[in-house]
């Protein structure tokens, strides 16, 4: 079974940076593509980005496309989500998923194991 555990998450001032972690146990990550999503109070979840296998990275929210990106370090078993200019508009729960061994990031559905998510919060 795989398990994603997210950490990372905090506090921080509206410009700041954060970076998310995404460990993978259970399986090598190196079959895995991973989706980041949030969730900010009162609105639905949203996929934001997503690190394929084979390292193409998908952005699904233009949001935070030139703010955030993925990166992936096989060895570690671990996926990472920098954000950077923060907002307090990215105040969420974040989390990480996939939809399996071998999908690519596909349109962001579909995802069959989730993290249980980590709580990001940008003060004005």
């Known amino acids: 079974q795989v398990q994603l555990v997210e950490s990372g998450g905090g506090s921080v001032e509206s410009g700041g940076s954060l970076r998310l972690a995404c460990a993978m146990s259970g399986f090598p990550l190196l079959y895995y593509s991973i989706s980041w999503f949030r969730q900010a109070p009162g609105k639905e979840r949203e996929a934001i980005l997503c690190?394929?296998?084979?390292?193409?990275?998908?952005y699904f929210a233009d949001s935070v496309r030139g703010r955030f990106t993925v990166s992936r370090d096989n060895d570690k078993n671990t996926a990472y989500l920098q954000m950077s200019s923060l907002r307090p508009e990215d105040t969420a729960d974040y989390y990480c998923?996939?939809?399996?061994?071998?999908?690519?990031?596909?349109?962001?559905?579909?995802?069959?194991?989730w993290g249980e998510g980590t709580s990001v919060t940008v003060s004005a």
């Open positions: 998923a996939t939809e399996g061994e071998y999908e690519d990031c596909g349109d962001g559905h579909g995802m069959n194991f």
């Open positions: 690190i394929s296998h084979s390292d193409t990275i998908v």
